[in-house]
């Protein structure tokens, strides 16, 4: 599908790896150039992309608005004013009993998950608003409105996630910036690889049966049962990078094979 893409410049942050790294190589494809920024970039290969000479990468970290700014002014100096911005970048945080998470922790996973957000938001917002155009995506999780008890504060981030991406959209919506957020569920990435191994290992079971026994116990209404594919994720993210997607303003995107119970 031409998604009419060709030539537009898109960040991603956290797209060094995981949804990130496949909307990267989705949307390179459809012919846009792709910026990534990760703090761990050694994984991008830019050979495994379509068009690899419109691929850049930065190592970044997005709870640090100066090494943002440094980014920003470089691509500025080299005529690339960001027409899309992809929030990626994410961390599970402490997880357990609220009453064991430390404050430190808590800190920890809003400035990554949430203030990060805003960071890259606040930095790269001018290039829109001189564009006249622009398309900004959060991801969020099904973990913002579906709260589990084993992992509050990361919940409470991507609830923050949520308020954010709406707010935004009352006021950039008039200036032709639209701004939406896409919320997976139990995605095959690094990320859940990691809880995965966790589990694993605290069951004393394979990450296989640790799989399963977690769509059992904690993910019911996934009917899907298994997880989610990263390039899924990103059909839905490509999708609401273009023009096919002009009056969506202001929504949130499911992909989680029915995990969240409400309508």
């Known amino acids: 599908m031409d998604l009419g893409l060709e030539g537009k410049k898109v ?23 792709v910026i990534l920024l990760d703090k761990n970039t050694d994984k991008i290969d830019s050979n495994t992309f379509a068009t690899p000479r419109n691929v850049v990468s930065y190592q970044c970290d997005v709870t640090r608005p100066e090494n943002l700014q440094d980014i920003h002014q470089k691509l500025v100096t080299q005529d690339r004013k960001v027409d899309i911005l992809i929030h990626c970048a994410g961390i599970t945080g402490a997880q357990g009993d609220f009453s064991d998470i430390s404050l430190e922790e808590w800190h920890d996973v809003f400035d990554v998950n949430l203030f990060g957000a805003v960071n890259t938001t606040k930095e790269f917002l001018s290039d829109f608003e001189n564009n006249g155009w622009g398309r900004i995506i959060f991801i969020a999780s099904e973990d913002g409105q579906q709260p589990y008890s084993d992992e509050i504060p990361y919940c409470c981030t991507k609830a923050g996630v949520l308020a954010l ?32 191994k966790k589990r694993a290992d605290q069951l004393g079971v394979s990450f296989d049966e640790a799989i ?4 059992n116990a904690k993910r ?15 059909n839905v993210i490509a999708f609401l990078c273009s023009e096919k997607a002009s009056f969506i303003n202001g929504s949130e995107y499911r992909v989680d094979a029915g995990s969240v119970a409400t309508i």
């Open 11 to 33: 960040l991603i942050t956290g797209g060094g790896s995981g949804i990130g790294l496949e909307t990267a190589k989705l949307l390179n494809q459809e012919g846009a150039n």
């Open 165 to 196: 991406s709406k707010g935004l959209s009352r006021t950039l919506g008039r200036k032709n910036i639209l701004v939406n957020t896409v919320s997976p569920a139990f995605i095959n990435t690094p990320m859940t690889d990691r809880m995965m």
């Open 212 to 215: 399963r026994s977690f769509l």
């Open 220 to 234: 019911p209404y996934m009917t899907s049962q298994r997880r989610g594919k990263a390039v899924e994720v990103a």
